[in-house]
């Protein structure tokens, strides 16, 4: 899509200074939306942590600014697995340097706003103190948000606590999770429910929610959320249709993998990745390295260093794997991701369903295969599966016949031609909803001159 209004954009508007939670899956919309706003005549200022500190490189238009942080020393010393750790820590160790520095701009020129992450909700008391309005950008699903809602009531009822033998059951409250779905989404309810609380109320504070989904996608979820946050709610996205996210990518990418695809017959590679942060365990892996062999069919298989607990990189393969594959595997550690969904060789895409992963899918019409960890995910793989019928879930974890099954079900089967039609007509949503009088066209425009323009 094009940013072509029809309305001249003024040459000097003010500045906007944005700051992101510093996670590739948060740091990439940020920049995207970044990039929509300069276009639209805004000055960007980033404000950042050194951890994890977004590549200044592609972004020569942009201010960046950071402050000091501990955060690489203690990550390692959190318990990684749940996100509930470190989403406090950050919130509580950055007031006093996000203060300073946004103070220091506040004094050098006038600013329109403060943009940033939802997950950063230390960041409203610090924009009421020093008087500026604060925007929030949630990276996850409007799904996500209203699920989130019910932590604390399947607390309370005790659904973190249910024995197996009760993971299948639906949760009342929200019939579309089962118990297991909510177990997935933190090793640390307390801690988790702390932080959807804090977040969603400092959104409730804020002077408006920019979501990174669009109406079409979510209609009856936006309804509940536009009911439940009294603030202006703009869904803009997909904002990765305007700009890409490799030039925000934290890690080099290895771009031999589109050559790779080339030489692939369309429709026939599966491509696995599952995102930045999480971990699998040793079987996990190798029974995922069983059912993609199993296919028969060609693999392109993004493994993370890091991605294996206990693992440098490759080391927990299956013997021989790699011969017994050859020319039909492509392993890499990282790769061009947006380019990956949209190259025709790429079949199906097995994913964690981070909400940008989940989104650049539903952009290219990739169809899916679901193994969603922790956090967001379990319930965005629900809404993939089960409401949107766009993938497949694998109910069991990591089993080699289920994933083989599952990928074939998407690719191949006559059984999941369904699958196949449904996230084509998505597909088309998106991009009917990016044109010129479309859902997502008609959001930014509100946000670019009604709601900007208010505090200039
Ligand atoms: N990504 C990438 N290369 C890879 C794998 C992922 O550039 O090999 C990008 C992907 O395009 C997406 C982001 O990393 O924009 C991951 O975000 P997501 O929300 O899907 O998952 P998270 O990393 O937050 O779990």
């Not at 990039?35 to 994890?52: A, D, M, P, S």
């Not at 589109?258 to 942060?277: C, E, R």
């Not at 990591?398 to 007509?425: L, P, Q, S, T, Y």
Request: proline share 7%; glycine share 6%.
């Amino acid at each position: 899509p094009t940013l072509r209004w029809t309305e001249p954009i003024p040459a000097t508007r003010r500045r906007i200074i944005m700051f992101p939670m510093p996670f590739q899956g948060h740091i990439n919309p940020m920049l995207q939306l970044a990039n929509i706003l300069h276009t639209q005549g805004f000055k960007i200022t980033i404000i950042h942590t050194e951890y994890n500190s977004p590549n200044q490189s592609n972004y020569p238009h942009f201010t960046f600014k950071s402050f000091p942080d501990r955060f690489s020393e203690v990550i390692n010393q959190l318990p990684v697995k749940d996100p509930s750790f470190y989403v406090k820590y950050l919130n509580s160790s950055s007031v006093d340097p996000f203060r300073n520095c946004l103070a220091g701009l506040l004094a050098e020129e006038p600013v329109t706003c403060l943009i940033t992450d939802g997950g950063m909700y230390f960041t409203q008391a610090v924009a009421d103190e020093l008087k500026i309005p604060r925007l929030v950008l949630r990276t996850s699903s409007l799904g996500c948000g209203v699920a989130y809602g019910f932590l604390p009531v399947s607390s309370e009822k005790g659904y973190f606590d249910l024995p197996k033998d009760d993971y299948e059951t639906s949760v009342p409250e929200y019939p579309l999770l089962k118990v297991k779905d909510i177990i997935k989404i933190s090793t640390n309810p307390q801690g988790m429910i702390e932080f959807v609380t804090n977040m969603h109320n400092q959104m409730k504070a804020s002077s408006g929610i920019i979501w990174n989904t669009f109406k079409e996608l979510e209609e009856s979820e936006l309804q509940i959320i536009c009911e439940d946050f009294p603030v202006p709610i703009f869904t803009l996205g997909p904002l990765l249709k305007y700009f890409s996210a490799s030039s925000s990518s934290l890690i080099e990418q290895d771009r031999t993998v589109i050559s790779w695809l080339d030489t692939q017959a369309p429709k026939s590679v599966i491509y696995v990745s599952f995102g930045s942060v999480v971990r699998i365990t040793e079987s996990e892996f190798q029974e995922m390295a069983h059912g993609l062999a199993n296919t028969g069919l060609p693999f392109l298989w993004v493994v993370r260093p890091g991605v294996v607990s206990g693992s440098e990189w490759l080391e927990s393969l299956p013997e021989k794997f790699l011969e017994i594959v050859g020319d039909k595997g492509c392993i890499v550690k990282w790769c061009p991701q947006q380019e990956v969904l949209a190259h025709p060789a790429t079949g199906c895409f097995w994913t964690h369903n981070g909400w940008n992963s989940t989104l650049e899918s539903i952009c290219e019409g990739v169809p899916m295969v679901c193994s969603p960890c922790l956090a967001d995910q379990p319930i965005i793989a629900r809404y993939v599966c089960d409401v949107w019928k766009i993938g497949v879930l694998l109910e069991n974890g990591f089993e080699r016949v289920e994933i083989e099954m599952a990928i074939k079900r998407v690719m191949i089967d006559e059984e999941g031609d369904g699958i196949r039609k449904n996230i084509h007509c998505l597909k088309e949503k998106v991009d009917l909803s990016l044109t010129e009088g479309g859902s997502s066209h008609e959001s930014l425009k509100n946000l670019d001159y009604d709601h900007l323009n208010l505090y200039s």
